[in-house]
């Protein structure tokens, strides 16, 4: 009894005593962004088996990045709003091989699609210590695609097209991670991110020449893809000294 008795004790110190805070409320803090996009069969971002008559075709994800500017509006202690501009590109890669009149090929490829996002998410924080914060996050983007892509594979047997589905798309984001505030270094944040645009962002098409190239091919139905990703953030928030030096 004595034990349960301290260790309540010790717990109610803990949550009782307040913490020193740099709560930044009421203040507009600008930052920068960079986050690679982890290729994982997860998410709705697994590879895709396409199959044609003579041949067959693997596409999957490849590592790709992230990059641009925030600014975070804090609301209060505990919640604040986030808002910025990116620069996105999704890398793809696909394989093939075919089996046609005794003899086999197969080749490889690659392309990559660039996207410009405006995101705004509610982000709330648990504090952990004097410095140290755990952030969730909820949210969307208007994103913006740029035009078709066209590529060859490595030996031209497969050729590839992709054209947007349309100019403009919504995606959902959520994000946990945590960020160490400084207010001479300012804020540094890590952490993980889901992104589920609502509707397909392209529509991809293959051609596989079996019987060599300018020969016969399998024109493969269209493709189409989502673009989900999952992503390690990394933020760097200035420290508002420095900022209020600037104006």
């Known amino acids: 009894m004595r034990t349960t008795y301290y260790i309540a004790l010790l717990i109610s110190i803990f949550f009782c005593t ?13 930052g920068f962004t960079v986050s690679p996009l982890i290729p994982i069969d997860y998410f709705g971002a697994g590879p895709l088996a396409l199959n044609a008559d003579y041949s067959n075709i693997e596409l999957s994800t490849k590592l790709g990045y992230q990059f641009g500017m925030v600014l975070r509006s804090v609301k209060s202690k505990n919640i604040a709003l986030e808002s910025g501009i990116l620069f996105c590109r999704r890398n ?15 080749d490889i490829g690659d392309f990559g699609y660039i996207n410009y996002s405006l995101p705004f998410s509610g982000v709330v924080f648990i504090q952990l210590s004097d410095q ?40 959902v984001n959520a994000s946990i991670g945590i960020e160490l505030r400084d207010k001479n270094a300012g804020i540094f944040y890590i952490g ?14 293959f ?32 420290p508002l000294g420095l900022e209020k030096k600037k104006d």
């Open 18 to 30: 307040p913490l020193k805070s740099q709560n930044y409320v009421g203040e507009q803090i600008f």
């Open 192 to 205: 993980s991110q889901v992104n589920i645009p609502i509707s397909t962002i392209l529509v991809t098409r």
């Open 92 to 106: 793809y890669k696909f394989s093939g091989n075919s089996f046609y009149k005794g003899s086999s090929s197969s």
């Open 132 to 171: 140290l914060f755990m952030n969730t996050s909820l949210g969307g983007a208007i994103d913006f695609y740029a035009s078709a892509v066209a590529s060859s594979s490595n030996q031209n047997i497969i050729q590839h097209f992709s054209e947007r589905a349309r100019w403009i798309n919504a995606s």
């Open 207 to 238: 051609d596989y020449y079996y019987d060599g190239v300018g020969g016969d091919f399998d024109d493969y139905e269209r493709t189409f893809l989502r673009g989900n990703f999952f992503n390690i953030q990394l933020k760097y928030f200035l």
